[in-house]
């Protein structure tokens, strides 16, 4: 019986990052976001904390600086999920409080 999807790649590691960087390019252009970076620029990017990469609080995840800017090596940083959040909830109580202070609630 032959066997569905793609072929294995010798080198299970590669194929994870290969794999991992279209998923990332997909999810981009999908929200229309502008992308730079070529496979290996992206995999050396990752490439000291690649093993660390996940979902979990203390895992690595890549962020961008500049939202103007596109997907690029210079413009992305590795950062741990927990500091994302606290930088994205730092970003937003500053934006809430300016527009309460714009409404006159405070």
């Known amino acids: 019986m032959r066997q569905r ?20 390019k997909a999810q981009a252009n999908f929200r229309r976001e502008p992308w730079e970076f070529t ?7 990752w490439q000291p904390l690649w093993h ?10 890549m962020i961008r600086l500049d939202y103007a800017l596109p997907w690029r090596s210079d413009n992305t940083r590795i950062v741990t999920n927990l500091s ?7 970003r ?10 714009i409404r006159g609630l405070k």
Do not use: T
Request: net charge positive; proline share 6%; charged share 30%.
């Open 52 to 61: 660390q990469r996940g979902r979990g609080s203390l895992e690595y995840c």
């Open 39 to 45: 496979l290996d620029q992206w995999i050396e990017q």
């Open 5 to 24: 999807g793609p072929k294995p790649h010798p080198d299970r590691v590669l194929m994870a990052q290969h794999l991992a960087y279209c998923r990332m």
């Open 84 to 90: 994302r959040l606290r930088e994205n909830q730092q």
């Open 92 to 101: 937003h109580i500053g934006r809430q409080r300016a527009w309460d202070l």
